[in-house]
Structure formats: C-alpha cells, structure tokens
C-alpha cells in the first residue's frame, strides 16, 4: 500500500512513477500521439482539405469506450474496498473471540488471591459519598490549566497534560524530562495521595500479576513480577515490549501464551493464504517480536537489502518491468512474499509447519489453524480454564470463530475469482481501439497540430490510465505496490493480542476496610457536629406567618447554615490529608 500525505493542491503526488497510473497510461498516450502526427502529416498534409464527413461517429465510439472503462472501474473500486471490509472483519472476530477467552479465563478460581475487590462485597460504600473519578480537582475554586502561570522554564501545566496524559508514549526526551519536572512543581498534585472521598488506591501496574506467587528469598523472583520499574525500558537499547516483556523473571500466564499464540497463527496463515495461492512456492512465516517497528506498508520503503532481493538492484528494471505488468508473474509474486513473511506470536514450531504443507489447498489451511484455536478453547473450557463461564456464553465464541471464517472466504472469492474475462477482454480490446480512434477525432476538431496532439494525449491518457485503476485495483492482495498492508495488520493483530497479558486493570485495586473504616468516622463527626448545633427555634405552624404574610420559619435557614457547616468541615479535612500526603512524598 503506498502511503501518502496530502500536500498543496497533491502536486507531491505526481512524481511518484511506482504504483502509478498516469505513467503507465501515457505510454499509450504517447503512441496516440505519434498516430496523430501521421495522419496530420501523411494524410491531412497530402490534401489538406480531405476530412471525415462524420467526425461525431468517432466521438460516439469514444463515449461508449468510456462508459465500458468507467464500469470495470467502479466494480474495481467495489472490490478493494470489499476486500478491506472483509479483512477487518474477520481480523476482528477472531480477535473478539480470543479476548473473550482471556477475559473468562481471568475469572477462574485460580486467581481468587490476586483478583480487585468487588463492589458487590461492599454495598456500604455507596452511603459514604465517594467517587470513582481519575482526576482530583477543587470543585468550589476550580481553576483552568491553560490560565496557569508558566514555570521557570516556560513550561505551560496544559504543555505538561499534553505529555504526561497522552495516550501514546512521548519519544521527545526534551518534552518528557520537562513534563516530569513540572509535575513535581507545587502547582501539580502528586502521582497518588490517599484522599478519603476518592475510592482510588496507588495502583497495580503488573495488573495483579506480582501477587500470584511470593519471591523466593534464595531463589529471586518467582514467575510474575511488578512492572513499575518497566519505564526505564523505554529508553534502553534493548527495546520496549511492552505487556509480553520478560524482565526480571516475568512470564505471563501459559494459558493466555498458548491463546495468543493460535490465535495469531490463524491470522498469520489467512494472511499468507490471500496474498499467495500458488501451489510449490514459498509463502514463509516468521516470529513476531513485540515492541519491535512496524513493517513498512509501502514495498519502495522497505530496507535496502530487502529492495534488492525483490525488486534486484536496477531501479529502471523495477519501473520498466511496473510499467510492462512483468511483476505480476507468479514467480515475481512468490520472490515478494518469500521476503515479507508473516510475523507469528511466539513462531511456529516444525510440527505446526509439517501440518500446514500436508494441508492442501489455501482454505485447507486456514481450516486447520482454525481448527487448532477452536478445539483449544473448548477443551480448557471443559477442564475449567474459563471458570464458572457457562456453555451459551461459550458457544458465543465460536460463533465469533466462526464469523471469522466467514469473512475470510469473502476476502478469498475476491483473490480467487478474478473480474469476468468477458468484460476485461471487451475493455482490452477497445482500449487499443480508441489508442488509433482519439487521433482521427482531434485531428478534425483541432485547428492547431500542437493543440490536436496535446488533447490526444490527455484524452487516451486519462481513458487508458482509468483503465489501469481498475486492473490494480480488482485484486489488492496481490497487485503490489497498491495491495493491502497484510503484513502491518498482522502485526498490529499481534500486539493487540499481546495486551491480554495485561492482567486486571490497575486502578481496580483499593482497600475496602480503610474506607470504610474512614467513612464511619466521617459519619461520626458529623453526627457530633449536629448534636453540638443550636437548638430547633421553630415556630408552630400557626404563628409561622407574620404581620405581613411573608414567611418566617427559621428552621430551614438553620439547616442550611448547618449543611454548609458539614460541607466546610470535610472539605478542610480532605485538604488536610492532602498537605499531609504532599509532605511525605517530599
């Protein structure tokens, strides 16, 4: 897939030759040309007033030409975008039914010990007024970040929130180091301070994982570890794994390793099978490194080496043999395939390979790694691996596997079933039919030979270059380089798997006890405060209206007064508890 930025008016678009379909369609341009200048030369020069008597003849011809190449376009752009939709599609079922999996598998008996309070075990919670809000703010003197003063260094607090709240990791060490600072400022609240309105604890960044099984004092960490020291990892030469990394001894659950592993084999095979069904060639599978770079979706951006073995070393080779369609022979596809394999959780094993080759045919295949992923997750379900999870809410799995295999055999009807010959040979022929009809139909309608050879070249261009879309455009998993990104979406299929390793989400951890036990002393106060206010002076209800018919019960203005008592008291213990939690981390 070439990828490309819109620049002033696309002008940058015109100088890129591979993957283009004006260059391909002005070389019959050209020879349109050269026809005109014969007839303007050899047939008009000889009798300059001998014409055609119906030149509109010729202009029906081109418009009925026209109407066939705009058709075979239009289904052309029809099943490159069915062949997208289906490739999601069948990318997301399956990835729907192994998330489901690993979240079931979360809930069974065997991670009772690591797993976040539930909120049915405390009920009570909800009488204390807590929330679960993120983010902390004074909500009687809330103040906007971006009308903040700069600090020392000019460095806004809404510079900072852009670093330290964005999504993706920020790779500018000069914006990060700033943002780190700032944070530790005054005017930033620290990572976490224990605040008894906010049901919030300090957080579990292993997700639970470091508490499954105890370190050896002799032996070192045991099988999981806590990922907070993984930071550091981002600026390391060693690179950045992210959930699957295995330093200091973590290793993520077996179960959700095999999960990943079939479930990305499925995807990696769908993959290889859509780009390659040639039978006897190469068609590799690699093992995907997490963290690691994504591949190149454009074939010209690939590493020098890589070029090399696909495209040799001769860039006019490569755009002559574009230009000419000689890439599109099995042997140049197989050349391109065999040196962009298709990355694979974990690798694949040499049974896993000896099984694959004695499957014949591409759907055989995919079936069989289909297969594999299905009857795993239906025998771990019968011994127990997705806990108390019942049989219907199971079935849904594999009716999402199933799904899958559906789409798939969308997207494999568009790389087998090529556009009908008919219509393809009728759209050939007429193609070389206006390259020799445009020159007659400029060459009367012209007065000038620059002019008349100038619209020859435009009108065959645009006509033969349509043309040339549709052919590239009626197979995108194999027409490089306008195909599709197989093997970017394979590997993003990948790291979206790898994030079930994550465990259970880190701010579901909090200590129900303290907060109870912080509540009922929140009430108690409370309590004394009402027993220690004014005494009720209300009024009975018949002398509750004075001389002038105007309300004067003083009951209501009490309570009100009292309530925003109450409201002051516990906003001067909370901040409190914060200048306390501020000084310790100091």
Not at 151 to 163: A, L, S, T, Y
Not at 260 to 279: G, K, Q
Request: hydrophobic share 35%.
């Amino acid at each position: 897939m070439i990828e490309y930025y819109k620049g002033a008016y696309s002008l940058n678009l015109l100088f890129r030759i591979h993957g283009s379909a004006i260059y391909k369609g002005a070389i019959p341009g050209l020879f349109s040309v050269a026809i005109f200048f014969m007839i303007d030369v050899w047939w008009r020069g000889s009798d300059p007033d001998e014409d055609l008597e119906h030149p509109y003849a010729v202009g029906v011809l081109v418009s009925s030409v026209s109407f066939i190449i705009i058709f075979r376009a239009n289904y052309g752009y029809q099943r490159y975008w069915e062949a997208c939709g289906a490739t999601h599609h069948f990318m997301s079922k399956w990835l729907d039914a192994t998330i489901h999996t690993a979240t079931f598998h979360m809930q069974q008996s065997h991670y009772n010990a690591i797993k976040p309070p539930s909120y049915w075990d405390w009920p009570d919670l909800n009488k204390f007024n807590l929330t679960r809000d993120r983010e902390r703010e004074n909500r009687d003197m809330s103040v906007s970040l971006s009308n903040l003063r700069t600090d020392d260094d000019g460095f806004m607090p809404q510079e900072v929130r852009k670093v330290l709240k964005s999504i993706n990791y920020v790779e500018d060490t000069h914006k990060r180091k700033h943002a780190q600072d700032s944070n530790r400022k005054p005017h930033a609240a620290p990572e976490y301070s224990h605040d008894p309105l906010y049901l919030l604890g300090p957080g579990q960044l292993d997700g639970g994982w470091g508490q499954l099984y105890k370190d050896d004092p002799t032996a070192g960490p045991n099988t999981y570890y806590s990922a907070i020291d993984e930071s550091i990892m981002r600026d390391s030469k060693e690179g950045w794994e992210g959930f699957a990394s295995t330093k200091g001894g973590r290793t993520p659950a077996l179960f959700l390793q095999e999960l990943a592993h079939l479930s990305s084999l499925l995807c990696a095979v769908a993959m290889t099978t859509l780009r390659n069904d040639v039978e006897g060639f190469e068609s590799p599978l690699d093992m995907h490194i997490p963290g690691a770079d994504w591949p190149e979706a454009d074939p010209d951006k690939l590493p020098k080496e890589q070029r090399q073995d696909i495209y040799s070393n001769s860039w006019i080779r490569k755009i002559m043999r574009f230009l000419f369609s000689y890439d599109r022979s099995p042997e140049s596809r197989t050349r391109y395939n065999a040196s962009r394999p298709m990355p694979v959780l974990g690798g694949v094993s040499e049974n896993e390979i000896a099984f694959l080759q004695r499957a014949k045919g591409p759907s055989a295949k995919v079936t069989l790694a289909w297969m594999w992923l299905s009857e795993f997750i239906i025998r771990e379900h019968l011994a127990g691996s997705t806990g108390d999870v019942g049989p219907p809410i199971i079935s849904r799995l594999i009716q999402f596997l199933s799904d899958g295999m559906i789409y798939y055999n969308h997207a494999r009807k568009i790389m087998y079933i090529p556009f009908p010959f008919p219509h393809a040979q009728l759209s050939a022929f007429f193609i070389l039919v206006i390259t020799f009809a445009v020159p007659f139909l400029m060459d009367q309608y012209a007065n000038e030979s620059w002019l008349g050879a100038l619209l020859t070249f435009f009108t065959v261009t645009c006509l033969t270059g349509l043309h040339e879309v549709a052919r590239e455009l009626e197979n995108p998993f194999r027409n490089v380089p306008n195909d599709l990104p197989l093997c970017k979406l394979t590997a993003m299929y990948n790291e979206s798997l790898i994030t079930m390793y994550s465990g259970y989400h880190p701010d579901h951890f909090w200590d129900g006890d303290k907060f109870t036990k912080e509540g009922n002393e929140r009430s108690e106060k409370k309590a004394r405060l009402r027993k220690g206010s004014p005494p009720n002076t209300t009024t009975p209800k018949s002398k509750n209206i004075n001389n002038n018919g105007s309300s004067n019960n003083d009951d209501a203005g009490l309570k009100e007064l009292n309530n925003v008592v109450l409201k002051q008291a516990a906003e001067i213990e909370r901040l409190q508890g914060l200048i306390g939690s501020e000084k310790k981390t100091r």
